[in-house]
């Protein structure tokens, strides 16, 4: 592919022949101000719940950009926030006090860097751009989300996940270094690179990119990538493979088909399937399912899934899933005939198809209307689980799913499958310490006026507090739950009103790694210049 091989050129060669933030480091991005056609646009992100009014909008196109933008700002004692994809679910980028938007998706190159043996990847790359890039240049992946638009900047930081994680872990399982540009006390930036290098004196700021949460310490300028263990100079040794070929499903289940009883029976079948397939070695790693829940109003749940068509006994796996989670509920599949969340309608998949991985990953992730309309309104709450749902758990989901006084479809609890080589790892081997759940859940609705907003974060926060209602409205770290998800930022969960536990939230999204993450934010931001409001905050 002639476009990677630039990349890895230019790339490779600025990163091994000079100090991080040099060449290509000349390019300079435009400061957008209010009288600027382009201004509205850049305002806000995917979720117009949240907008900005800021002096300016910096847009970024290399590290020596992002080294002067940043030092104006602080200078001028503005309050920043930075941005890649836009996708967001909280006002971590765009809120009223914010003052400058620093812009990081026009870079958005991917390429190898053989210095460091590692593939490099901007902030601004979108996630399909990246597996399309690594993947037809070099045959390898990271294992990322399957919303073709996101930015990497974010969903690297935030630890990231997708289809492939329960056969290769998370994406920040695979980085292998962050470039960083930070600010001092006195307002002097410069650009750090930090590896996972047990003698790098600037390790702990690697370490708190593989789940610390984006806007935290620094302006991401580069991820490296090299998988663990990772031997030899050929790049393609360097990173996972994807499978050649995946085993896919694409099923619906009407709502006509479901009393509660039926509903019950199948949401714990996917639980206890989950349970008891989720381990490191298990041999259902190689399969995956997004599940969505969805409301009555859409008149449809909506299942697909994913098994390496290259194991042994492929469909074997995939049958006897499908199998397990409709059992006993007299259920009878349709195609997917209709978009359901993040799942585009795929009516080919109600019989499994095998098609070539990058295909299906196209397939499923560039066309997902719902999650990506960028003119909706959303609200988003996450949890991860360790065991099955409880009775009163899959009460709350159907009592509130089926309220006669809500129509609105394109609501949803996601249910995503989890576990297998992501607990492969220690809980503080990375900063993201959810390492021991089966399974992750969104809960989330979307809407498209403001006026609405009363009604339909009331309806979040009921079906959230309802079913973590013995544990304070939240998924405490316990034998059945543990914490949230940075990368669905919910600020409710900093709220007592709708917090009961008196567990604070950086316990639910951090746990026993939040000290940490402290001190590195004490070393690389001591003024706490890069905050919002589920930052990490400055050690007392």
Known sequence: MAGAAVAAAALGGSAAAAPAGAAPGAATGPTIRPDDPRYPLLTSGNNQRFVA???????????????????????????????????????????????????????????????????????????????????????????GGICYSVGAGGHIAGGGYGLLSRAHGLVSDHLYGVEVVVVDGRGKARTVLA????????????????????????????????????????????????????????????????????????????????????????????????FNVSSRAHG??????????????????????????????????????????????????????????LQATRQVGTNNPTITNPTSRGAHKSGYMRRNFTDHQVAAVYRHMTRPDFNN?????????????????????????????????????????????????????????????????VPLIDDATDGCYINYPDRDVSDPRHNTSGVPWQTLYYKGNYPRLQQVKKRWDPTNFFRHSLSVELPR
């Open 195 to 290: 590896t996972r290098e047990e003698n790098d004196p600037n390790r702990e700021l690697w370490w708190a990119h593989t789940g610390g949460g984006g806007g935290n310490f620094g302006l991401v300028t580069r991820y490296l990538f090299r998988s663990p263990g990772a031997t030899g100079s050929n790049p393609a040794d360097q990173l996972v493979s994807p499978p050649s070929t995946v085993l896919v499903s694409a099923i619906e289940l009407p709502w006509d088909q479901l009393t509660e009883a039926k509903f019950t029976r199948l949401l714990k079948n996917f639980g206890a399937w989950h349970e008891a397939n989720s381990a490191p070695d298990s041999e259902y790693r190689h399969l995956s399912s997004l």
């Open 300 to 357: 449809s749940l909506g299942m697909f899934t994913q098994v390496d068509a290259t194991v042994p006994g492929a469909r074997r796996l995939l049958d006897d899933y499908l199998t397990a989670v409709l059992a006993g509920t007299g259920v009878t599949p349709r195609a997917l005939a209709r978009a359901n969340g993040e799942l585009p309608a795929m009516p080919e998949l109600l019989a499994p198809r095998e098609l070539p991985w």
């Open 53 to 143: 009014r800021p002096d300016y909008v910096k847009m970024i196109r290399s590290s020596a950009d992002a080294e002067r933008a940043l030092e104006s700002a602080f200078r001028a004692g503005k309050r920043v926030s930075v941005r890649s994809g836009g996708h967001c679910f909280a006002d971590f980028t765009a809120n009223p006090g914010v003052e400058v938007i620093l812009d990081f998706s026009e870079m958005t190159e991917v390429g190898y860097d053989p210095g460091h043996r590692a593939f490099v990847v901007e902030p601004g790359a979108r996630l399909i751009n990246v597996y399309e890039a690594l993947y037809k240049g070099w045959g390898v992946t990271i294992p």
């Open 409 to 473: 479809p394109d609501t949803m609890l996601v249910l995503f499958s989890f576990g297998g080589q992501v607990n492969a790892v220690a809980p503080d081997a990375t900063a993201n310490a959810q390492r021991s759940s089966i399974f992750k859940m969104c809960f989330q609705t979307f809407w498209a006026d403001a006026s609405e907003d009363d009604f339909y974060l009331g309806w979040a926060r009921g079906i959230y507090e309802d079913f973590f209602a013995k544990t304070g409205g």
